[in-house]
């Protein structure tokens, strides 16, 4: 057993908003780290300077912090966002020069001057013989001469790694389990791109390496990259870390989660008022069986966390499922939460009581902040006119039922003393008492309790929607 303090790692691209499928890998990552008292660590792997952009990295650190999701080390949240080179891989060219060099000393490595277009003909002809394409090894053993004539007609060349023949890369994958691929299968794979550039496999792994990564949880679509990976530590002496490879998170349908399942990255769900504890609870449950039921806080869901419990089968996200948990997060949300979670939907003119006296009414009946509008009408809007059977309802009622009401509530406008006042005046009860007067007050036969509701509306509101049914 090594002694190597557990480190895990979030590695992401920055070429586009944090999605759900990243979004629980970076989840599991941190679970995992916590789980083990170990560190954390956000490497931004901006390799692609095309597609990569420093909005994206400033956007994802955003979702992640939102998340709660803390990082031990990476580049600093909230301060110069172009600190923290050491942790994007765009400045750590050095480090893979010097890799690569050793490699290169090793006769480990040559240069392949094929051309996009060779490529793409020797890919399609393997296709078409009925082979899994691979690099053929065309430049494998070019002579010296020939390496001189391509570079003096102005070729760069790609440096390609040398795959041994007639091996076996072996490893446990902590999803997974044992996998075996035939080294055979594998082509020489690209190193550095003709620009000088680290690819993918290198990078990625030399700085797993590097930072003391000792858990990879990633997406599986990187199982295939792993042999390779594993390839390149080994031929350079550096420890691997152990890999787990999480299981595709699919939508409603079974299909991939895309763009066509709706919101699909945390900026999204974020925007629409969903609850980050909401968010977390349903990922946490995505792929990772939990015997605990409810909601979890990060600190306990890490208790619970074990890669154990980590499904091989396609995850899949639900919005509904979401929602269960959006409510139940949001009914036990403390009320200065509320305030803030709702602050935007709330009337910017009332005082702090009756703020707290909506909110408190109508959170039953909000799952998100855009379900308050509704509300905020009802309770702060004119009175709400009455039509059809409704209307119907409040007539039949009668003036004296209004009359009693209205006069109870220019006293008292709580529901109580209107209710006494339309019992003693009136006899009436059950649905004759309740549907005219909730009818009268919100226009609705349905919506949040009375008496909450009334403590957030104005007395004069109150009494001016009963009193014009008294004539
Ligand atoms: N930058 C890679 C990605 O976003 C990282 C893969 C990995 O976690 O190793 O897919
Ligand atoms: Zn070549």
Request: glycine share 8%; hydrophobic share 40%; proline share 6%.
């Amino acid at each position: 057993m090594s002694t190597a303090r557990i480190t895990t790692r979030f590695a992401p691209s920055p070429t586009g908003e944090l999605h759900l499928g990243n979004a629980r890998t970076a989840l599991f990552s941190w679970l995992f780290a916590r789980h083990h008292g170990g560190r954390f660590v956000l490497r931004i792997e901006d390799t692609d300077t095309e597609r990569s952009k420093e909005s994206y990295t400033t956007a994802l650190m955003a979702d992640l912090a939102w998340m709660g999701l803390a990082w031990d080390a990476g580049p600093p949240y909230l301060s110069n966002p172009s600190d923290g080179g050491e942790y994007r891989q765009s400045r750590r060219g050095a480090v893979y020069a010097r890799h690569s060099a050793t490699l290169d000393a090793s006769g480990l490595t040559y240069p392949c001057y094929c051309t996009p277009l060779e490529l793409e003909l020797s890919r399609k002809s393997q296709l078409a013989a009925g082979r899994p394409p691979r690099y053929a090894g065309t430049c494998r053993e070019l002579s010296a001469e020939a390496r001189v004539r391509k570079s003096a007609q102005g070729v760069s060349p790609t440096t390609r790694f040398r795959v041994p023949t007639g091996k076996f890369v072996e490893f446990d994958d902590m999803v997974h389990g044992a996998q075996r691929f035939a080294t055979d299968d594998i082509g020489d794979f690209i190193l550095r791109r003709a620009d000088g550039s680290a690819a993918f496999f290198f990078s990625n792994a030399i700085d797993d390496a590097e930072m003391g990564i000792t858990h990879v949880l990633r997406g599986e679509d990187h199982l295939t990259n792993t042999p390779r990976q594993l390839l390149v530590l080994e031929a350079l002496g550096l420890r691997a870390p152990t890999y787990g490879h999480l299981s595709l998170l699919v939508g409603a349908d079974g299909a991939p989660l895309s763009k066509r399942h709706g919101a699909t990255s945390v900026r999204e769900f974020r925007e629409r008022g969903y609850l980050p504890t909401a968010l977390t609870n349903h990922l946490f449950r995505l792929g990772h069986s939990s015997g605990e039921n409810g909601v979890l806080p990060l600190d306990v869901m890490a208790r619970h966390f074990t890669v154990k419990h980590l499904g091989r089968a396609p995850a899949r996200f639900e919005e509904s499922q979401l929602n269960v948990w959006q409510r139940e997060v949001a009914h036990h949300l403390p009320m200065e939460e509320s305030e803030r979670w709702l602050s935007a939907e709330t009337p910017a003119d009332i005082d702090t009581d009756r703020r707290r006296a909506f909110i408190a009414a109508i959170r039953p009946n909000v799952l998100l902040p855009k379900d308050v509008a509704r509300w905020r009408e009802v309770v702060f809007g004119p009175s709400p006119a009455l039509e059809g059977d409704a209307l119907a309802r409040v007539r039949e009622a009668g003036p004296q039922f209004f009359q009693a009401a209205a006069q109870a509530a220019a006293a008292d406008p709580s529901l109580d003393s209107i209710v006494s006042a339309v019992k003693a005046a009136t006899g009436a009860k059950g649905q004759a008492l309740w549907k005219p007067l909730r009818l009268a007050l919100t226009g609705t036969p349905e919506g949040p309790e009375l008496a909450p509701l009334l403590k957030a509306m104005a007395g004069a509101s109150i009494h001016e929607r009963l009193n014009r049914f008294a004539a």
